[in-house]
């Protein structure tokens, strides 16, 4: 049975990688992947700078652009990683490579906000690209971030007056562009606003219809003043 880095070696030369290319793409992201929870791999200025200059090179040497984006993302992720000031030039040497050559790429970009979604990649990806996805894109990562401190403590009045900024922008300019899953991003926004306004402690539930396990119609609002368990489940 073949193992996961023969694999990984494997599938990057598929992508256009030359061998050793590739057997230092796959071996610098399992290395990655190991390190990422040691905090001393930080500011280990050999081990991050001998990745990325190994990676640098790999996509430079690359066939086409799978393997050429492979390489720069993880190159990205290894520079966003680091402490070192190595680290820091390297941030933006690679992220305006991987801008240069791919800001409308709707699927790359989506991958880069993912893995690699700093507030500065967001920032320089916002000023370049002309694809509005990618830009609706962008909202939504940055209004992520804030919806998610919202869940843990108040925010404050500039992060509270900047996040109605982007939910309302959202809502209007960007209504229609779709979300990675093929979603309209007005669509993603009005469920959050509703959820947020509506589905909390001390509000009214929102009306339920269906039918009991025996077949009989039934409404919640049935069963107001009374204290009811809602088991939600299914079957797919």
């Known amino acids: 049975m073949l193992s996961k ?3 990984s070696l494997l599938a990057a030369a598929a992508l ?3 061998l050793d290319g590739a057997a230092d793409v796959a071996r610098i992201r399992e290395e990655f992947r190991k390190k990422q929870a040691d905090a001393a791999a930080r500011s280990d200025a050999a081990l991050t700078g001998g990745w990325l200059d190994t990676l640098w090179k790999a996509a430079a040497d690359a066939k086409d652009d799978d393997a050429r984006f492979g390489a ?7 520079a966003d990683f680091g ?3 190595s680290c820091k030039e390297w941030r933006g040497k690679v992220r305006e490579e991987i801008l240069s050559r791919f800001a409308d790429d709707a699927k790359r970009m989506g991958d880069l906000l993912r ?7 967001r920032e320089a990806l916002l000023a370049r690209t002309k694809n509005k996805s990618i830009q609706a894109t962008c909202l939504w990562v940055e209004a992520s ?3 998610a401190t919202l869940r843990r403590e108040k925010l404050s009045e500039e992060a509270a007056k900047r996040l109605d900024e982007l939910m309302a922008l959202l809502r209007t300019d960007y209504k229609d562009e779709l979300d990675s899953k093929g979603r309209r991003f007005g669509d993603v926004v009005e469920g959050k606003l509703r959820q947020m306004n509506d589905l909390v402690v ?4 929102p009306e339920i219809e269906g039918k009991d396990l025996d077949g009989a119609p039934f409404k919640l609002s049935d069963y107001r003043g009374k204290i009811v368990v809602l088991d939600f489940w299914g079957n797919w």
């Open 5 to 7: 880095f023969a694999l």
């Open 16 to 18: 256009g990688l030359s």
């Open 72 to 78: 720069l993302l993880l190159a990205q992720q290894v």
């Open 83 to 85: 402490s070192t000031e």
């Open 115 to 121: 893995v690699a979604g700093t507030p500065q990649t």
């Open 145 to 147: 971030g804030y919806l």
């Open 202 to 205: 001390g509000k009214v539930a």
